[in-house]
């Protein structure tokens, strides 16, 4: 049977949705990585299934574009929740996710802010394979890690055009210090309240945006002391907002747009 889809995208970081309420998960590993294909399916960073929930609008089970699974994924949840607010005539909407019980708004600007959780910052949360102080790690740049659901490593720079992105990236991914790999990223201080953003997606390569490495960065960088509490993240693809206070749950504001709907051919997922 052909399996519908939503593509969409947040400031450049497409993402696709299957909405499987009312209906069992069809999404696999092998059927995630087939879709992600650039070439031979739909293509993606990320892949959101919407599914029934009892204290929720839908639970989200997200994927990325390899097929290995992962726990946040903030431009797909602002993409869902953009869907099912319009869906249900509303401005206000929770989505679980592994990460807990996320509460979506959409702001007057149109924009979807989406409550991501309390960022963790002990070794063995993000993971790391050893104890040590995740503000400052033992790798050659000093980086910070912490977790927004999914591990996160963060190096600030003093130029984001002299970093080699796509060989430094999947060094640090693979590194033995991180067991379950992490996502990377390379951050450059405008001001206080600005930064622009380079990553190395754990499982994707180099995106033009993303709302979890988003929170992570602006994260690490308020725990450094170089940042406020509110701060805009201007990525390749465009510019978010991320606002956390040093103790609480991390806001991520910015926007997300539809592209277009389709099915997958059946031959595509039985290949």
Not at 41 to 69: E, H, I, Y
Not at 223 to 247: A, F, H, I, K, P
Request: proline share 5%.
């Amino acid at each position: 049977m052909p399996l519908s889809f939503h593509k969409m995208h947040a400031n450049g970081d497409d993402f696709v949705i299957v909405d499987a309420r009312n209906s069992v998960n069809p999404v696999t590993s092998a059927i995630a990585r087939r879709m992600g294909d650039r070439n031979r399916g739909v293509g993606f960073n990320q892949l959101a299934v919407l599914l029934d929930c009892d204290d929720a609008a839908a639970r989200l089970v997200f994927w990325n574009a390899d097929g290995s699974p992962l726990d946040a994924c903030g431009s797909a949840t602002r993409g869902a929740a953009d869907r099912l607010m319009r869906e249900a005539n509303s401005t206000s909407i929770v989505l679980r996710t592994n990460r807990g019980l996320l509460t979506c708004e959409r702001t007057s600007t149109g924009a979807i802010s989406v409550n991501m959780g309390a960022p963790l910052f002990g070794w063995s949360d993000v993971p790391l394979a050893q104890e040590l102080d995740t503000t400052v790690l033992p790798l050659e740049g000093d980086p910070a890690a912490c977790s927004m659901g999914n591990p996160h490593c963060t190096y600030f720079v003093d130029d984001l055009r002299a970093i080699d992105i796509a060989t430094i990236g999947p060094a640090i991914e693979t590194n033995p210090l991180f067991p379950l790999k992490t996502n990377v990223h390379f951050v450059q201080i405008v001001d206080r309240q600005h930064i622009r953003l380079r990553i190395w997606e754990r499982g994707g390569g180099i995106p033009l945006g993303s709302g979890s490495c988003c929170c992570g960065a602006v994260v690490n960088g308020i725990r450094r002391g170089l940042l406020d509490d509110s701060v805009e993240v201007e990525c390749d693809g465009g510019s978010v907002t991320v606002q956390w206070d040093g103790v609480g749950a991390v806001f991520l504001t910015g926007p997300a747009e539809a592209i277009f709907s389709g099915t997958i051919a059946d031959g595509l997922l039985k290949a």
